[in-house]
């Protein structure tokens, strides 16, 4: 197998985006978010991106577009949101090197799950094709909108 690299860092363009990487000998997963702070009742944005960087085509066996399915818990593991859209899934997707598959996703913070409090967002692409290393996790912390006000 492959050995797989991660590594969480901040965006110098925003204070407050950031972003989390891993990668290995074939592919380079990058997953960033908006804000890293947001009010309750608000949204972020998740951007992920896979690119296939090996030297050669890459086939994905299955691929299911979505390709990420992220999920959020509290800081009791317990899970307080899931994207879980209808999918679509192929056998067989070729990816040309150098291709990148790209998924945006919103992602509603609303009061009535969300608490003031510290939650964890997990992203992965879908495919068993990925090691358990490509599975990312972001701090996201969720304020009253009264401390903006």
Known sequence: ????????????ATETA????????SWKFVVSINATTVESGQSILLWANLTNTSPSNRTIRPYVEPFINPSITAANGTGVWAWDPPAERWPNTNVTSGQTLSQEVVIPI?????????????????SSEFSENFNLTLRLSVLSPFIFG
């Open 110 to 126: 609303p009061a009535a799950y969300f608490r003031i409090g510290v939650y964890t967002l997990h992203v992965a692409p879908l």
């Open 18 to 25: 950031l972003l989390s990487s891993a990668s290995n000998s």
């Open 1 to 12: 197998m492959a050995r797989t690299s991660t590594e969480t860092s901040f965006l110098t």
